[in-house]
Every structure is written in C-alpha cells, then in structure tokens.
Nanobody
C-alpha cells in the first residue's frame, strides 16, 4: 500500500506561482510513474501532468503546457508540480497519484490540496 500526502496549495493572485509537493511512503517510489490531476469544483477530475519512474520523461496537458512543470526526487520519495502564471481557471483540488509499474491505471491517490487563484 502506498500513501501519498500533497502539500503546497493555497491562495494566490493571478499571475503568481505555487509549487505543490507529494510525498510518498514506501521503498518502491522510484519504480512507479507518478501523475498530477485536478478537479475544479463541480467538474470532473482531469489530467495535469505525469512523469516516468526515472524522471526522464514528462507529459503535461495542453491547458498547462509552458506554465506547469512536473519533477521528482527519488531520494526524497517526492514528486513536485511547479505552477507558474496561474489563472483563475487553475483553481481546483490537486491530487497526486501512483501508476504502478506494468499498470495502465493510477491506483493510489492522495487526499488532495486546494489551489485557489484570485483574479
């Protein structure tokens, strides 16, 4: 079982930046791809970004491309989401998730952290 704890959310003005962190338990962190998702109030959860086990490959949604960057530090069992040039449309609860090796689905999820961008 993997446990994930997100942090770093908060209230920020449009144009500002935040860095989210997701700390994972267990010794198998480096074996799993990781992802960030978000869910605006009243809407479905959507993909934001993903990173491979080594961190050598990253993917971001078109809606955040050029503004958000995903990274990881396997020595700290932590994945990050650097968010720049935030807009009110980025307001959501942000979740990190684990895609176990060999799996096509994300199986473990954090509790989420709220990001609110004011105009």
């Amino acid at each position: 079982q993997v446990q994930l704890v997100e942090s770093g959310g908060g209230l920020v003005q449009a144009g500002g930046s935040l860095r989210l962190s997701c700390a994972a338990s267990g010794r198998t962190f480096s074996r799993n791809a990781m992802g960030w998702f978000r869910q605006p109030l009243g809407k479905e959860r959507e993909f934001v970004a993903a990173i491979s086990r080594s961190g050598g490959s990253t993917y971001v949604a078109d809606s955040v491309k050029g503004r958000f960057t995903i990274s990881r530090d396997n020595t700290k069992n932590t994945v990050y989401l650097q968010m720049n040039s935030l807009t009110p449309d980025d307001t959501a609860v942000y979740y990190c998730a684990v895609q176990p090796r060999g799996d096509t689905e994300y199986r473990y999820w954090g509790q989420g952290t709220q990001v609110t961008v004011s105009s």
